[in-house]
């Protein structure tokens, strides 16, 4: 995993698309995404994607104990969001993993 500052304060823009896609496809508002920013998280760089810009993955939890798989590019202060979705099984058990050897 990738260990890097976030930019601070941290900030938050949002496509409206990709915001409307988080909620319809995956039940995931804004506020909720964003939360998995000021949790535990694990992050790494998306290298397929990061062909313009770089992107990045974020795997992090909730406060309503959901694990999130966020990905983001920084743009200036700000995160940009990309899209956001629930973690999958393997990635859940990579981030519950992590989190325990690292307390």
Not at 85 to 98: L, T
């Amino acid at each position: 995993m990738l260990i890097f500052e976030l930019p601070k304060p941290i900030e938050f823009e949002w496509d409206m698309g990709n915001q409307i896609k988080s909620y319809l496809k995956h039940n995931i508002a804004t506020t909720e995404a964003e939360q998995a920013f000021f949790s535990r998280h694990l992050m790494k760089k998306d290298e397929i994607h990061s062909i313009t810009e770089e992107c990045y993955h974020l795997l992090g939890s909730t406060d309503e104990g959901r694990t999130l798989l966020i990905s983001f590019t920084i743009r200036g202060r700000k995160i940009r969001v990309i899209s956001a979705r629930p973690a999958d099984k393997q990635e859940r058990k990579i981030y519950a993993e992590e989190i325990k050897k690292n307390p």
